[in-house]
């Protein structure tokens, strides 16, 4: 009996982390800023316990039936729970208060389970190996939740699946504790129907949660639903909807296929064209290919390196027909070398080599610095280590979120670049799927506009880039932070301009 009992406090363990894990992962997918959503729903879910915890001091009598009530409870709720949350999302007057009530609910739950398995097992085992023994199989169970988490849940069940997988744990424990003490519970028959049903509706749900995340995605997104998969780093998404392919990462729109060669001849022609010479090409970002394949319109480049991190988006764009039509097999070029790594720690290692690599022209297309993992890249740490691969007639540009939009958000990253010993020469396009968008040259001397772009582009010209550097008052200059990796005040400003708007 005793020992039934502490291997179920490792279960129950696992499954509470794992919900948490979960609710703070779900959070930042959907609402962004990744360190405000874990921070705010861990510390949601940890004072919730409290509550739990405090609770089981009127709980007197029949203690093991009301674990077994509880373990049923937590598998339905905390199994349900990323179900509900996305099927929810678009529909809901307030997210975030569904997101906290199912947050303290489960929390209220699991704060439940250990005082009362400590009370069920006081008479069994004497009070210092009591205690040991129950906490050491708890935080060995969080060990594994955290583990297990990002290492196999996410990148191979998904969060949906993953919710009710666990959920039939909590369940599986009711169960068993239930028929091997079954005659030191009352009313036994009745949590055996109730835990059967709960098992039953919970397996029903891990079957079908491809399903169920179709169906909340498909109310979410413009268009059908051709691609979707969770990385370790970001839920993917493809839609098609007439000729129109458009890509979201984590609910976000990062391109339309009517409209972005508007956006990537804007980010790379203007550097491209202004480099004498630009033999070797460096791109932080860009896994779908598109800046690569203005890129390469260039015959004087001789190599390429794309760093980006997430190996599912490149693997995606270089091995799907559709999507390599719309790079033109770009990621496919022999002169491309991919590095699928983070972006900082792959230049902090380059730092290090004397003999590390120098680009004539580097080309950052990264996701809008929404959160704090994404930000760390438009900090002055970051661009600074841009120096140490770049010559003194280099020229470096950075996509910067919209100046009409976001006004402060870019003219940040236009000061960080200044702060880390760069000229810079802002610039903005109009692109349909975005409206105004803006971009931040960088280079050690003063920027010089090219007399010339490559023949055959759609929507760079001599013409339209001298418009590209106006910056009416509605978009000028005005007085910022810079982004610094310890206060990240880019993603203040972002998130607060940002949420005015229901496009994000």
Known sequence: MARLLLVSVFVIATCGLVYELIAGTLASYLLGDSVTQFSTVIGCYLFAMGIGSWLTRYVTRNLLGFFISVEILVGLIGGASAAVLFVLFEHVYSFRLLLYFIVTLIGILVGFELPLLLQILKDRLEFKDLVSKVFSFDYIGALFASILFPMVLVPHLGLVRSGFLFGILNTLVALVVLYAIREEIPASRMHKLSAVVTLIALCMGFVWSEKITTLSET??????????????????????????????????????????????????????????????????????????????????????????????????????????????????????????????????????????????????????????????????????????????????????????????????????????????????????????????????????????????????????????FHFPADMARVETKIQHLDNQALIHYFDDEWSKYLIY
């Not at 639903?225 to 129109?244: E, F, G, H, M, W």
């Not at 390599?324 to 380059?350: G, V, Y």
Request: net charge neutral.
């Open 219 to 468: 109310s979410t997104y413009q268009g059908n639903i051709i691609y979707a998969r969770s990385s370790p780093y970001q839920r993917i998404v493809l839609t098609k909807q007439a000729q129109d392919l458009r890509l979201y990462l984590n609910g976000n729109l990062q391109f339309s296929s009517q409209d972005e060669y508007r956006y990537h001849e804007a980010l790379v022609h203007p550097v491209m064209s202004a480099v004498a010479s630009p033999r070797r090409v460096l791109i932080i970002g860009g896994g779908d290919g598109l800046a690569l394949r203005e890129v390469l319109k260039y015959p004087a480049v001789e190599s390429v390196v794309l760093v980006d991190l997430d190996p599912a988006m490149t693997e995606l764009f270089s091995g799907n027909e559709m999507l390599l039509a719309l790079n033109q097999r770009s990621l496919l070029s022999p002169k491309l070398t991919i590095h699928n790594r983070d972006a900082f720690l792959w230049l902090k290692e380059l730092q290090a080599k004397s003999d590390r690599p120098r680009f004539d022209a580097i080309i950052i297309d990264l996701p809008d610095p929404s959160n704090f993992s994404v930000g760390k890249l438009y900090s002055v740490t970051f661009f600074r280590l841009l120096h140490t691969v770049m010559e003194n007639n280099s020229i470096a540009v950075v996509q910067s979120t919209s100046p009409l939009v976001a006004r402060k958000s870019f003219w940040c990253v236009n000061k960080t670049l200044e702060a880390a010993g760069f000229c810079t020469a802002p610039y903005h396009a109009y692109v349909p799927s975005f409206g105004e968008w803006g971009y931040v040259i960088a280079s050690r001397q003063p920027y010089r506009r090219p007399e010339r772009y490559p023949e055959g582009l759609r929507y760079v010209s001599v013409e339209t880039a001298n418009e590209m």
